[in-house]
């Protein structure tokens, strides 16, 4: 893939922490794994979006299977990243 820099505004405390953690070189590919990351979110969100808007709200066994993709999801883009599953906090879905 081409890359192409760019200048982009951070916390200082934000951007040091993340510099310190990755070193210097792994900055660009954490932040990169950062919005790839979010994208894929706004787009399963838009997805659910109009999933609820065809087929009306979802039920609490479907709220509990998509929780549990979600997980699974979020297991796979850890190793996938290099970063230990299940490193991060659980956090409920937004919306």
């Known amino acids: 893939m ?8 951070l916390p200082e405390e934000l951007a040091e922490e993340i510099r ?4 210097s070189g792994g900055f660009s590919a954490y932040v ?19 999933m ?13 299977e998509a929780e549990a ?3 699974r999801l979020d297991r796979q883009f850890g190793e996938r990243a290099g970063a230990s599953p ?3 906090p ?3 879905m937004a919306g």
């Open 69 to 71: 993709e979600r997980r």
């Open 20 to 23: 310190r953690e990755v070193g």
């Open 2 to 9: 081409a890359t192409k820099k760019y200048t982009v505004t």
């Open 32 to 50: 990169t794994r950062a919005i790839e990351r979010q994208r894929e979110q706004d787009r399963l969100g838009e997805l659910v979006a109009w």
């Open 86 to 88: 299940g490193g991060g």
């Open 90 to 92: 659980d956090l409920p």
């Open 52 to 64: 609820q808007e065809a087929g009306g709200a979802l039920t609490e066994e479907e709220l509990a």
